[in-house]
């Protein structure tokens, strides 16, 4: 699927406007306090020419043949661009935490850490994470590592996700 660039992109939204657009695949999640598991993805980012993209996701547990299980987790917020190649991403959980994250992006790469995380009494503990996106064979794979619950920064969530 081609795709274009949007005639009022904010220049400073340059090195991330290769993740503008709807992505749906598949992904693998993992944690010690956890069992493995399958997921299926939905990824949307969008932009009205100010300097950010809102990002919205939600996924869905998935069995070994690919059928839904259970939705599961959903984040939403924004990928703020002050200048260009530097950013900054604001989200909130529906499993009540919240992250402030800063990082870099270019050459179809977009990497950030958290700077920190704020949670309700009911949530678990999170603590950080490191958010690795790019941009493969026209596909978005990323991989997300985390820490919680007691556990040290590591694997957590990888995926790949087509162009929808």
């Not at 994250?101 to 700077?115: F, V």
């Amino acid at each position: 699927m081609a795709f274009e660039l949007p005639p009022n992109l904010h220049p400073n939204c340059g090195p991330v406007a290769w993740l503008l657009g709807s992505w749906i695949g598949n992904g693998h999640g993992d944690y010690p306090t956890i069992e493995p598991f399958q997921y299926g993805q939905e990824v949307v980012f969008q932009q009205d020419g100010r300097p950010f993209l809102h990002y919205f996701a939600r996924s869905w547990v998935i069995d070994e043949h690919g059928e839904k299980v259970r939705d599961a987790a959903q984040e939403t917020g924004f990928l703020r661009c002050p200048e260009p190649g530097k950013v900054e991403l604001v989200l909130a959980h529906n499993i009540g935490f919240s992250e402030i994250w800063y990082g870099e992006a270019a050459d179809g790469k977009l990497e950030l850490r958290t700077a920190g995380v704020g949670y309700t009494e009911t949530a678990k503990e999170v603590t950080a994470g490191h958010r690795l996106y790019g941009n493969v064979e026209g596909d978005l794979l990323y991989a997300y590592d985390m820490a919680a619950v007691g556990q040290e920064l590591q694997p957590h969530l990888w995926a790949r996700l087509k162009r929808a």
